[in-house]
């Protein structure tokens, strides 16, 4: 199967459970779907292989659509509290059950879950390299967590040192005004690091897209391929296009997409 055909396979997959997952608690733009083919064909093409991680998982909703993409025999581990005490942002922690069912009714292999329950915040070197070491680097790694700044500049030291060559990182609510100490988070990482291991290429659905620096310009040119054609395609037929704007984000070239109207005759 050639890289057009598999990528045209995910988008069908992912547009079964874009209908499906609505009825799974959590928050979820539905203009995140929008890029997940082409992140992975650019994998397919770089033969990134890894697991899917996610912190911050509540019942699994985005954690389904990266698991769409994954591959047979990949790891796929959901990180949470799960009913552990801990400080959180987001909807108390009600266990792993909700997460199971979901799983079960619209994951590709139910064998390949490994739930944690633990407190990301306490992960440290030591337990990076066991995770890493039981798992497998990480091809894509969604963080979710409780989006306070320490927390999210400890998420995204424990992304990065778990990444594959030509992973993605998805950090949730960036530049949402809710929650501001996920930029600061952000912004600690970026300066705490001499030669910081992630460089943002993408901005959509509420997520900053994140892989290693010698792997961002492909993901950005990926990106403005795709969304050039999806644009022209969309408002020949006058369907919502994606209003897709280069910008800088901490000194890198990103591709900013939000949704727009269509443009009449």
Known sequence: MGEAAKEGAWA???????VACTGIPGWLDDQVFEALP????????LGVAGAVYEIGVYEGRFLLALDQLRRPGEALVAIDLFGLPGRSDGPLALGSGGLLVNVTAHGTERGALTVLTADSTRFDDEK???LRGIYGAARLFSIDG?????????????????????????LDDCFNPHFPGVQEGLARYML???APALAPFGHYGNKLLLT????????????????????????????????GRQAHCWGWPILSLRSAPAKGP
Do not use: C, M, W
């Not at 082409?38 to 093409?45: G, L, V, Y």
């Not at 950005?220 to 369907?239: E, G, M, T, W, Y």
């Open 192 to 194: 705490d690091a001499p």
């Open 212 to 243: 290693g620096a010698a792997h961002q310009p492909g993901y950005l040119a990926a990106l403005l391929r795709r969304f050039s054609l999806d644009q022209v395609r969309r408002r020949l037929h006058k369907l919502p296009a994606l209003d």
């Open 12 to 18: 069908e997959r992912l547009a079964r459970y874009r």
């Open 38 to 45: 082409t992140i992975a064909a650019e994998q397919e093409r």
């Open 146 to 170: 409780d989006h306070a700044p320490a927390s999210t500049l400890n998420d995204l030291r424990t992304a990065a040192a778990l990444l594959a060559p030509g992973g993605v990182v998805f």
């Open 128 to 130: 990076r390299a066991s």
